[in-house]
């Protein structure tokens, strides 16, 4: 990953920390060491990084069950926000996913269950600073182990639903009983936390939102799985000239009703212009070529990029449509319209 710094590999997993996570830890402990802030002192500075060694463990154990099925882990990056397991493909076998999925938290509640009889017997004879720190290492394996085992999405707990139906039901079902699942409870949640606690609320929303957001992209990745760009790219593509005008190319999107097409001169890619460059085009500038509207900087794709990706990167820059490009020349282009459509029939087929 980009600005991240290698501490150590195991299992044959790299484990990085962001620099951003790096800057803050920096902070937290030049906080500490200079009193800056009152109450936080290097105690805490020391629990706030065993936090984030609960979630190196956490993260470690679902990549090394994953890896005992085959999967490819490329690193383990920690983040201020967490950690992150950078996978290749996740296995499809609903078996193998629930046990992926379970590993994470109960090495943290395992870890809490064993270390709670240590504190019993032994806390007394430690150091405060260290009872104290023994004591919430533990709780915060504790919650970490707990909070992840709900059974929603994005949560530990949805995944380990999902596999658990999965054995069951074909794959989208599961995913979307294991969303509605997730997301009623969301809803329980925040109708206690209304009568107990308004902490709660706040938890609720995220998992409710998590639940709602995370549902759906499974269900669109299971379903454009093994599409790929030339399964479904319009081949035949109408292209214009850079030099046709604004009036020439505004005439033949209302004739063959696209809304965009890429700019294509001498077997070579311009750009790509849209009704949404032309339609603001004031009366006395219609005559004008359409090379002086249309966008230049033109993101494209390939024959065998796979859909999903495709539709992210639509997504992520915000445009309808992707000239699809092989060995520099255009063989097709596919729209945001064409990919719904695959989605569309997939879904047909597969809840059938
Ligand atoms: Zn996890």
């Given at each position: 990953m980009k600005y991240s710094l290698k501490i150590f590999t195991i299992f044959g997993i790299p484990v990085e920390l962001h620099f951003s996570f790096l800057l803050l830890m920096l902070a937290i402990y030049l906080v500490a060491v200079l009193n800056l802030?009152?109450?936080?002192?290097v105690v805490v500075a020391v629990l706030i990084t065993l936090l984030f060694v609960a979630v190196v463990l956490h993260e470690l154990t679902h990549s090394y069950v994953a890896q005992r099925y085959g999967v490819e882990i490329e690193r383990i990056v920690l983040l201020p926000i967490g950690g992150v397991s950078a996978m290749k493909e996740l296995p499809k076998d609903p078996h193998q996913e629930l046990m992926i999925a379970v590993a994470g938290p109960l090495v943290n509640l395992v870890l809490a269950v064993v270390l709670y009889p240590v504190f019993l017997l032994f806390g007394n004879s430690l150091s405060p600073s260290l009872n104290f720190l023994l004591y919430y290492f533990i709780l915060m394996n504790f919650l970490l182990g707990a909070f992840n085992l709900l059974?929603?999405?994005?949560?530990?707990g949805g995944r380990v639903l999902r596999a658990y139906l999965a054995e069951r039901m074909n794959f989208i079902k599961a995913t979307e009983t294991a969303a509605s699942i997730g997301k009623t409870l969301a809803i329980l949640m925040a109708i206690v936390g209304i009568l107990i606690n308004p902490f709660l609320i706040l938890i609720a929303i995220f998992v409710y939102l998590g639940a709602d957001q995370e549902s759906k992209m499974v269900l669109l990745n299971t379903l454009l799985e093994?599409?790929?760009?030339r399964d479904i790219m319009t081949r035949e593509v109408k292209t214009v000239n850079p030099t046709d005008t604004v009036d020439e190319v505004l005439k033949v999107m209302f004739q063959h009703k696209h809304m965009g097409y890429p700019v294509y001169k001498d077997g070579e890619l311009l750009g790509i212009i849209t009704f949404h460059d032309l339609s603001p085009v004031p009366e006395e500038k219609?005559?004008?070529?359409v090379e002086e509207f249309m966008t230049r900087d033109v993101l494209v794709t390939s024959p065998d990029e796979d859909v999903a990706t495709v539709l992210e990167k639509l997504n992520l820059n915000n445009v309808g449509r992707l000239p699809v490009v092989q060995d520099g020349k255009l063989v097709g282009i596919i729209s945001k319209t064409d990919i719904m459509k695959a989605l569309e029939m997939r879904k047909g087929r597969m809840s059938s």
């Open positions: 802030i009152p109450g936080v002192d059974p929603a999405f994005p949560m530990d093994g599409i790929n760009v219609k005559h004008l070529p």
